[in-house]
């Protein structure tokens, strides 16, 4: 069975431009979580979809991060104004409610 | 402040040691989960471990709870180079949901 899956895996971007990174979670799973992996450090919380509840936004650094999921299944990060200290792997897992986690590959931003 | 620690932070040994890796914290945590991290990859779970004083093992790998739920040890025997990768502790905080992770310990295990 298909995993979670991120696209792109990677993604250059220069300072100012907005991105929009996707996550595909396993099919039936109500849960998804954006997390943020940069280097030497653990995972960053940034928002869980739960259902249609919603969203527990709580982990967003700033304003120009925001998320959608649409459908309950797909969902989109999107980080506007990208500064250099956005650059990071940004991970996407998906759940069903109460179970481990389930992650996809991450997507590697890097803001020149 | 990272709510859980993790040691050591890199541990580099031969294959056929064995190693031990620690998380600790000064929280109390309902449970704690451990996962193995490799290159260009998402973390991928190992094990949670839901009871003080649990141990759990999964073939050379053994996990324990500490008594009081606020510590886990993960200890490797005869290492062998499939091993290695970035080990991540993680505890639920606030809800049951949100996890909070340790900053992993990278293990590399030479042949």
């Known amino acids: 069975g298909a995993g979670v899956s991120q696209s792109p895996s990677n993604k250059v971007t220069e300072k100012g431009k907005d991105v929009e990174l996707r996550c595909d979670p396993i099919?039936?799973?109500?849960?998804l979580y954006w997390y943020r992996q940069s280097l030497g450090q653990g995972l960053e919380f940034l928002i869980y979809?739960?259902?249609?509840?919603?969203?527990?936004k709580s982990g967003l650094p700033s304003d120009r991060f925001s998320a959608e999921r649409t459908g309950g299944s797909v969902s989109t990060l999107t980080i506007q104004r990208t500064q250099q200290e956005d650059s990071a792997v940004y991970l996407c897992a998906s759940s069903r409610q109460g179970y481990g986690q389930y992650f996809g590959p991450g997507t590697r931003l890097t803001v020149t | 402040t990272q709510l859980l620690e993790q040691s050591p932070q890199f541990l580099s040994i031969q294959e056929g040691e064995n190693l031990t890796v620690y998380c600790n914290s000064s929280?109390?945590?309902?449970?704690l989960q451990w996962y193995r991290q490799e290159p260009g990859e998402g973390p991928v779970l190992l094990v949670t471990v839901v009871t003080g004083g649990e141990v759990k093992k999964l073939k050379r790998l053994t996990f324990q709870f500490g008594d009081a739920r606020k510590d886990s040890s993960l200890h490797i025997t005869a290492a062998q180079p499939g091993d290695t990768g970035l080990y991540l502790c993680a505890g639920p905080v606030s809800n049951d949901y949100k996890l909070s992770f340790g900053a992993g310990t990278t293990v590399t295990v030479r042949a």
């Open positions: 979809f739960q259902g249609n509840s919603a969203p527990d």
């Open positions: 099919s039936g799973h109500t849960a």
């Open positions: 929280s109390v945590f309902s449970s």
